[in-house]
């Protein structure tokens, strides 16, 4: 098969495109693909020709919808390098132009957070004099998540046709259940400590392209495959921001509950993971502990294969990861920014240079690389603007609803101060989460939460358990929200809606996550 065409077959199979952003309706999931409960009828067919063939004005708003987008990127890390004033105009400027011409790709759910936005706004312009200000500074930290969900959502797009993916996923897959749920945890975890969301871009084509690969067990065995799969990462890669330093966790709470002890609440934090990697794991084999048996009963159950290791794909997969976590690191050392800020450069960079590996060897190298760019600038990158406005829309409204109440006097009308720190513990860790799901950003209610709290006369918590709490909470809406950065992220480089990813696969996950949190954070209380 050419390149070309098995980049076509991608697109088709793992992209939410034609019937969605013709808003047809509900898209069925069945394993890798996605087909529309209305392909077969005459209606469906004549959207499906239109989608194939789009007319003039659905490419020029393509093109535009891509281009605003590039372009605001570009600003936003011209703004992170340099600072400069003209780059956070262009990025916000961008931001709202892509709103403006980007229509076509939302849906109920980013309408519903656009609409939120503008009430917002309005209130902030009517009783606030300093209102401009506040507008101003979450537009700018808009534009900033909302890059940062595209940039790193590049990965997935090289990552999709490469062979050495291909090749580790489908040995991953071939792993019993047991070993391959805590390998693909344990993964998931370890490479977020170094690549952040990276990780969740390089490693969900990769389970996905392994289990499409055994797609001949058929389609029940693929389903329960993909799941669980996907969640052992969706669990593992969420608590690495437990205790890592690398973590955004470790440098937004520390600042916010100013004294906390950070290698205190770090080490408390690691002890809690530790342990949720054996709940997780437990929650697994329960959940699924009929499912071998069901299968055999039906004829169902795959043949056991012999798994070979592809020593070489697996080499050359640990080399493009040890690629983007070293020049990663290098733009932290030499310029001195965070991690996402750095991998938001070096995601694109080595995407680039990954899909040049992927073509340099055709006869046509430098036209295939150069359609492949195309391809993701015109196409992949207008695809997650869903995503990249719910990201960006929940910070928005979250940061300017947080400037129009003085926590002060709010902690003071609600009597934080009577509070048992237990309980105070438990409504922290419980609150975030379900403040995620309601889209509001953690960092929103981290910070905003955190100095009400510090702000408030006689709080006898303790600062650094306090800390822990909010950091578990930011670590349970991981998994717990559709709104969740993992879910957004997930769902972009998968397909799978983060509905699902959250509350179907890994709803009784985060009710007993949460239930670990509350017990080891009553254990550190007593010590």
């Given at each position: 098969?050419?390149?070309?065409?098995?980049?076509?077959?991608?697109?088709?199979?793992?992209?939410?495109?034609?019937?969605?952003?013709?808003?047809?309706?509900?898209?069925?999931?069945?394993?890798?693909?996605?087909?529309?409960?209305?392909?077969?009828?005459?209606?469906?067919?004549?959207?499906?020709?239109?989608?194939?063939?789009?007319?003039?004005?659905?490419?020029?708003?393509?093109?535009?919808?891509?281009?605003?987008?590039?372009?605001?990127?570009?600003?936003?890390?011209?703004?992170?390098?340099?600072?400069?004033?003209?780059?956070?105009?262009?990025?916000?400027?961008?931001?709202?132009?892509?709103?403006?011409?980007?229509?076509?790709?939302?849906?109920?759910?980013?309408?519903?957070?656009?609409?939120?936005?503008?009430?917002?706004?309005?209130?902030?312009?009517?009783?606030?004099?300093?209102?401009?200000?506040?507008?101003?500074?979450?537009?700018?930290?808009?534009?900033?998540?909302?890059?940062?969900?595209?940039?790193?959502?590049?990965?997935?797009?090289?990552?999709?046709?490469?062979?050495?993916?291909?090749?580790?996923?489908?040995?991953?897959?071939?792993?019993?259940?047991?070993?391959?749920?805590?390998?693909?945890?344990?993964?998931?975890?370890?490479?977020?400590?170094?690549?952040?969301?990276?990780?969740?871009?390089?490693?969900?084509?990769?389970?996905?392209?392994?289990?499409?690969?055994?797609?001949?067990?058929?389609?029940?065995?693929?389903?329960?495959?993909?799941?669980?799969?996907?969640?052992?990462?969706?669990?593992?890669?969420?608590?690495?921001?437990?205790?890592?330093?690398?973590?955004?966790?470790?440098?937004?709470?520390?600042?916010?509950?100013?004294?906390?002890?950070?290698?205190?609440?770090?080490?408390?934090?690691?002890?809690?993971?530790?342990?949720?990697?054996?709940?997780?794991?437990?929650?697994?084999?329960?959940?699924?502990?009929?499912?071998?048996?069901?299968?055999?009963?039906?004829?169902?159950?795959?043949?056991?294969?012999?798994?070979?290791?592809?020593?070489?794909?697996?080499?050359?997969?640990?080399?493009?990861?040890?690629?983007?976590?070293?020049?990663?690191?290098?733009?932290?050392?030499?310029?001195?920014?965070?991690?996402?800020?750095?991998?938001?450069?070096?995601?694109?960079?080595?995407?680039?240079?990954?899909?040049?590996?992927?073509?340099?060897?055709?006869?046509?190298?430098?036209?295939?690389?150069?359609?492949?760019?195309?391809?993701?600038?015109?196409?992949?990158?207008?695809?997650?603007?869903?995503?990249?406005?719910?990201?960006?829309?929940?910070?928005?409204?979250?940061?300017?609803?947080?400037?129009?109440?003085?926590?002060?006097?709010?902690?003071?009308?609600?009597?934080?101060?009577?509070?048992?720190?237990?309980?105070?513990?438990?409504?922290?860790?419980?609150?975030?989460?379900?403040?995620?799901?309601a889209a509001m950003p953690p960092i929103l209610v981290v910070t905003f939460l955190g100095s009400l709290l510090v702000a408030t006369p006689g709080?006898?918590?303790?600062?650094?358990?306090?800390?822990?709490?909010?950091?578990?909470?930011?670590?349970?809406?991981?998994?717990?929200?559709?709104?969740?950065?993992?879910?957004?992220?997930?769902?972009?480089?998968?397909?799978?809606?983060?509905?699902?990813?959250?509350?179907?696969?890994?709803?009784?996950?985060?009710?007993?996550?949460?239930?670990?949190?509350?017990?080891?954070?009553?254990?550190?209380?007593?010590?």
């Amino acid at each position: 098969m050419s390149q070309t065409n098995r980049i076509r077959g991608i697109i088709e199979t793992s992209s939410l495109t034609g019937v969605k952003h013709a808003g047809v309706g509900p898209a069925l999931d069945v394993g890798w693909f996605r087909v529309s409960w209305m392909c077969h009828s005459p209606a469906a067919m004549k959207i499906d020709s239109q989608a194939a063939h789009p007319s003039h004005v659905q490419k020029t708003l393509r093109v535009a919808t891509a281009a605003c987008l590039l372009v605001m990127c570009l600003c936003v890390l011209i703004e992170i390098y340099t600072h400069a004033a003209w780059a956070a105009m262009g990025a916000s400027g961008m931001l709202l132009a892509f709103i403006i011409v980007g229509q076509g790709y939302f849906g109920l759910r980013e309408r519903f957070l656009l609409g939120i936005a503008a009430l917002v706004t309005l209130l902030a312009l009517l009783s606030r004099p300093e209102a401009g200000g506040v507008i101003w500074s979450a537009l700018d930290r808009a534009a900033f998540l909302a890059a940062f969900m595209i940039l790193l959502s590049l990965l997935r797009d090289a990552a999709a046709t490469s062979d050495a993916v291909l090749a580790v996923g489908s040995y991953l897959t071939k792993q019993p259940p047991g070993r391959r749920y805590a390998a693909i945890h344990l993964g998931g975890h370890a490479l977020g400590i170094i690549l952040n969301f990276g990780a969740l871009s390089l490693l969900g084509p990769l389970i996905q392209r392994g289990v499409k690969a055994m797609a001949s067990d058929g389609d029940a065995i693929s389903a329960i495959r993909e799941r669980r799969q996907i969640s052992a990462l969706d669990r593992g890669f969420s608590w690495f921001i437990a205790w890592s330093p690398t973590a955004i966790t470790q440098a937004i709470v520390p600042a916010v509950i100013v004294s906390a002890e950070p290698g205190r609440m770090a080490a408390m934090g690691g002890a809690v993971a530790a342990v949720i990697f054996v709940v997780g794991w437990a929650e697994d084999r329960f959940r699924w502990r009929h499912a071998r048996a069901r299968l055999r009963a039906q004829f169902m159950l795959p043949e056991s294969r012999e798994a070979v290791f592809p020593g070489g794909d697996f080499l050359w997969f640990l080399g493009v990861c040890a690629v983007l976590a070293g020049l990663t690191v290098a733009v932290i050392f030499a310029t001195g920014v965070g991690t996402i800020p750095a991998l938001m450069l070096t995601a694109p960079v080595i995407t680039l240079w990954w899909i040049w590996i992927q073509n340099r060897k055709r006869g046509d190298a430098i036209a295939a690389t150069l359609g492949r760019y195309r391809q993701v600038a015109t196409q992949s990158i207008p695809e997650g603007a869903p995503e990249a406005l719910t990201l960006s829309a929940a910070g928005y409204t979250g940061l300017v609803a947080g400037g129009l109440v003085s926590a002060s006097r709010f902690a003071t009308t609600l009597g934080l101060a009577n509070i048992p720190p237990l309980l105070l513990y438990a409504l922290v860790a419980a609150i975030v989460p379900i403040a995620s799901n309601a889209a509001m950003p953690p960092i929103l209610v981290v910070t905003f939460l955190g100095s009400l709290l510090v702000a408030t006369p006689g709080l006898t918590a303790d600062p650094t358990l306090l800390g822990l709490a909010f950091v578990l909470g930011w670590t349970l809406n991981l998994t717990a929200s559709p709104f969740g950065a993992s879910s957004l992220v997930l769902a972009r480089v998968t397909g799978i809606p983060g509905t699902t990813l959250s509350w179907r696969w890994n709803g009784a996950f985060s009710l007993a996550a949460y239930g670990v949190s509350v017990a080891a954070l009553t254990i550190f209380a007593s010590l």
